[in-house]
């Protein structure tokens, strides 16, 4: 299976600041990443597909970006209801497979 | 509004079984490939298995082979996850989700929780 590595596993920021979470796959994965953010009590909720399209209805500050084995979230301008936990996953190869999450809390 | 709904989750002994279902309405169910996936609580995300829109092919876990099937009904917009031999590491949240072949999981559900103990 192809393993998914988060980094950080967990983050401090305030409203405002920029954000950046990192995810490395074990073997490369082309474009099939896609990123989700989860509150705590609620389902994961897809932000990016195909590693950098923005799914509808998502704020454009989340972004999106890299290929192969190298990928980043960013959040341009962090707002209170962002404080969440991420997961990238690959679907590029059964099973599909996540990282292990980034806990972004409040400074 | 796409909405997916899960039940039967609850506690059940070790070695016992579990059936899950997940309703589905707002979405022409037969489009979309389903899948399961689960969460320890304060854990990750784990595929379990998933099902192609006619039932032809389905995938699994290696954890969950000969253990659990996935199953659908197109004409009752449902979708099930027969769980036996259970045992203490499936104790989670699982949850459906929708997606199509090879692509993200765009729509889930709201989780049922399945806790196996004695």
């Known amino acids: 299976a192809i393993r998914m590595t988060q980094s950080p596993s967990s983050l401090s920021a305030s409203t405002g600041d920029r954000v950046t979470i990192t995810c490395r796959a074990s073997?490369?994965?082309?474009?099939?990443l896609a990123w989700y953010q989860q509150k705590p009590g609620n389902a994961p909720k897809l932000l990016i597909y195909?590693?950098?399209t923005l799914q509808s209805g998502v704020p454009s500050r989340f972004s999106g970006s890299g290929s192969g084995t190298d990928f980043t979230l960013t959040i341009s301008c962090l707002q209170s209801e962002d404080f969440a936990t991420f997961y990238c996953?690959?679907?590029?190869?059964?099973?599909?497979?996540f990282g292990g999450g980034t806990k972004v809390g409040i400074k | 509004e796409v909405q997916l709904v899960e039940s039967g989750g609850g506690l059940v002994q070790p070695g016992g079984s579990l059936r899950l279902s997940c309703a589905a309405s707002?979405?022409?169910?037969?489009?979309?490939?389903l899948t399961w996936v689960r969460q320890v609580p304060g854990k990750g995300l784990e595929w379990v298995a998933n099902?192609?829109?006619?039932?032809?092919?389905?995938y699994y876990v290696d954890s969950v082979k000969g253990r659990f099937t996935i199953s659908r009904d197109n004409a009752k917009n449902s979708l099930h996850l027969q769980m036996n031999s259970l045992r203490a590491e499936d104790t989670a949240v699982y949850y459906c989700?929708?997606?199509?072949?090879?692509?993200?999981?765009?729509?889930w559900g709201q989780g049922t929780m399945v806790t196996v103990s004695s």
């Open positions: 989700a929708r997606h199509e072949q090879r692509e993200a999981f765009d729509i």
């Open positions: 707002g979405l022409t169910f037969s489009d979309y490939w």
């Open positions: 073997q490369g994965i082309s474009s099939y």
């Open positions: 996953q690959q679907y590029f190869s059964y099973p599909p497979t």
């Open positions: 099902i192609k829109q006619d039932g032809s092919e389905k």
């Open positions: 195909a590693a950098s």
